[in-house]
């Protein structure tokens, strides 16, 4: 779609699809907290998980490594359907293979524990392949609805919500899973059960996403130029010296993000005792803190750029593991820490899509989306079995820092910093400045 066209939309219609949008965003979020990453590593632990560093390192990789196949979206898109069908299609699948995980992987529905875990990772995954694909196309349409100048507001504004809503489901979650055994039905019931609810519950929310989604206008579904999603077109980001540079950015950033996580996850449930509640508490607190930031980062970003911003975020966010080489059981409150210092993820979580959206010329962009998404998720995946590989091996009391006198999770905490601390350095490398077709 080209700026005329975009101009001949009614200025109304497209504050309408942005307010739209901005529901799709936040009902879809709720449900997404609902039947979170660690409601499902609950789930996995309650299925008795031998080798447990590794199906966390699974269950929170795997999907990101079957979201490749999200480099097969723009070929999709505009052949099979539209980017509104398209989008409620793939939506409305991976809501339904999240409601199939309780009552598929419950125990003893299937042979073993160890079918029910395979089972749970295969649904985990087919859910976020479906909700990647759909993201490609759902990211292409909203560039459709902002103008350059203004997509960093628009953004900011839409991440408030959807990180606010995000943290009322982790109080919902939080509060329903303490409260569950001292209710009579939670004495008698399974421990798996909670989850099990809380999942479907997610689900439906999912579904129910999708309401503001079809009444969002099919704005620009026209706009791809011929052959956008053949092999040349697929092939057109790698040969774009300017968004490599952003793409290798992204790699790193998924890389240094995921080499820690399955390592922060079992140190905060299992050496600091921390519960899902309050798990979910720190991750709630973290959450209203990216909500009130993140439409003061969006106008941020418009006025002074998308990279400056992110540096001082990166920063920020990189510290917040040397909040965790320092925690202990009695000294837990340094995770507090953490959660303050990862509200400047908000700041990232505005500012890249929008400098990816920047950086991709119009016609080709669900090529560059795919691709963004698709080469640094499997970067986050590698790193994360990587880590889960690592707790396994020296998790239980050994060292890897023994040359540093460090105990295991200390010196994987340290290293993490210094990934991520060196992202702000490549951030350096980044030109900001927008594609030739963009607007």
Not at 92 to 104: D, E, G, H, K, R
Request: hydrophobic share 55%; aromatic share 10%; with cysteine.
């Amino acid at each position: 779609m080209d700026a005329a066209t975009y101009d001949r939309l009614a200025v109304l219609d497209r504050h309408r699809a942005r307010r739209l949008a901005v529901w799709n965003g936040a009902i879809w979020s709720f449900g997404n907290g609902l039947a979170s990453t660690t409601l499902i590593l609950y789930l996995a632990r309650e299925l008795r998980a031998e080798r447990l560093g590794l199906h966390v390192g699974l269950i929170l990789a795997a999907p990101h490594v079957i979201g490749l196949l999200q480099l097969g979206a723009p070929p999709l898109i505009g052949r099979l359907a539209d980017r509104k069908r398209f989008c409620m299609a793939t939506f409305a699948a991976s809501a339904l293979f999240v409601l199939a995980i309780p009552w598929l992987c419950a125990p003893e529905r299937l042979p073993s524990a160890q079918w029910s875990l395979l089972a749970l990772i295969l649904l985990w995954c087919l859910h976020h392949l479906m909700q990647y694909l759909g993201m490609v196309g759902l990211w292409s349409w909203l560039a459709d609805l902002s103008t350059l100048k203004a997509r960093g507001r628009f953004l900011g504004w839409r991440n408030r919500w959807i990180v606010a809503a995000g943290a009322s489901a982790a109080i919902v979650v939080g509060v329903f899973t303490w409260q569950w055994k001292s209710w009579g039905a939670g004495a008698e019931l399974p421990a798996w059960m909670p989850y099990g609810i809380l999942a479907s519950l997610g689900a439906g929310f999912m579904l129910t996403a999708l309401i503001p989604l079809a009444r969002m206008p099919a704005v620009g579904s026209s706009w791809a130029r011929p052959g956008s999603g053949s092999l040349k077109g697929l092939l057109r980001p790698f040969r774009d010296a300017r968004f490599l540079r952003l793409l290798l950015y992204g790699c790193w950033f998924s890389f240094s993000n995921g080499i820690s996580q399955s390592a922060q996850r079992i140190f905060a449930m299992n050496a600091l005792g921390l519960t899902l509640f309050g798990s979910l508490a720190l991750e709630t607190g973290t959450r209203l803190g990216q909500s009130v930031v993140s439409p003061r980062l969006g106008r941020l970003a418009d006025a002074v750029g998308n990279r400056r911003v992110m540096i001082v975020c990166q920063v920020l966010v990189a510290a917040g593991l040397l909040c965790y080489a320092v925690a202990t059981p009695d000294q837990w409150a340094w995770l507090i820490v953490a959660a303050l210092l990862w509200v400047a993820y908000a700041g990232l979580n505005v500012c890249l899509p929008n400098l990816m959206l920047k950086l991709s010329p119009r016609p080709w962009n669900t090529s560059y989306v795919a691709t963004f998404e698709g080469v640094r998720g499997v970067s986050y995946a590698a790193s994360t079995v990587l880590g889960g590989i690592l707790v396994d091996r020296w998790g239980g009391g050994g060292s890897a820092g023994a040359a540093l006198g460090l105990p295991f999770f200390a010196a994987l905490f340290l290293g993490g910093w210094a990934l991520r601390s060196l992202g702000a350095v490549l951030l350096l490398l980044v030109d900001e400045t927008p594609a030739e077709d963009s607007y």
